[in-house]
């Protein structure tokens, strides 16, 4: 019988699904894999915060191309980003440690909050930014999160993105990776079998406590 015991556990939270087909694009996967390696490689050395790192130039170009979401709502979503963590910051200061990902202008928080009236007010500010269109809210009671710890959960981000690119199961920029305290969330407008692959690979990555799917559905 298998063992599994030591096993990543892995949450179920779809959201509504895409009616809407959405086709792939022409880039040459050889080509759209190595630049993707580039922009991993030194997006490790950027530890999360509440401050999005906004990508320009080449890299933004070719992972907007490689992106099941439209060109605008790609930037929307950098927008929401920046706005939800200057409104967050100016409002909490650094009593509290959260993270904003957005993606189809779905945002999802993680973090460290002291309270539960401190956990619904953080969403609430999120809510209120433009165009956000639903919060996922998986901000954690607890103490702010230590370097160390942050720095642990960018290395697993990566992990999951290289092996994303290596196996070569599905495009890897159509799913956003994101790490709380060994905890990994998987975003992303895909099809099934593409989730399915996604969620072996992460929770059969080292150290990768939990997995937590965010998908939405086009098939």
Not at 29 to 49: D, E, H, K, P, W
Request: with cysteine; aromatic share 6%; glycine share 6%.
């Amino acid at each position: 019988m298998p063992n599994h015991k030591n096993t990543p556990k892995v949450n179920h939270c779809p959201l509504s699904c895409e009616r809407e087909r959405v086709g792939e694009r022409g880039t040459s996967r050889s080509m759209a894999s190595y630049l993707y390696l580039i922009v991993t490689t030194f997006s490790i050395i950027n530890l999360q915060g509440c401050f999005p790192v906004v990508a320009t130039g080449a890299g933004t170009a070719v992972l907007m191309a490689e992106d099941r979401r439209t060109s605008g709502i790609y930037i929307e979503d950098q927008g929401i980003e920046l706005k939800a963590s200057n409104r967050l910051d100016e409002k909490f200061k650094d009593t509290i440690h959260v993270n904003v990902t957005s993606y189809n202008r779905t945002v999802l928080i993680t973090g460290e909050v002291p309270s539960e009236a401190t956990k619904q007010e953080a969403e609430t500010t999120v809510r209120g930014v433009p165009n956000v269109r639903n919060v996922l809210n998986e901000l954690a009671i607890a103490g702010v999160s230590s370097y160390t710890s942050r720095s642990n959960d960018s290395y697993l981000t990566s992990k999951v993105k290289v092996r994303f690119v290596d196996l070569g199961k599905f495009q890897a920029n159509h799913i956003k990776v994101v790490t709380e305290n060994n905890v990994v969330y998987l975003l992303g407008i895909v099809k099934r079998n593409e989730a399915d692959s996604a969620v072996e690979i992460a929770r059969t990555t080292g150290g990768v406590q939990k997995v937590v799917k965010l998908f939405e559905y086009i098939d």
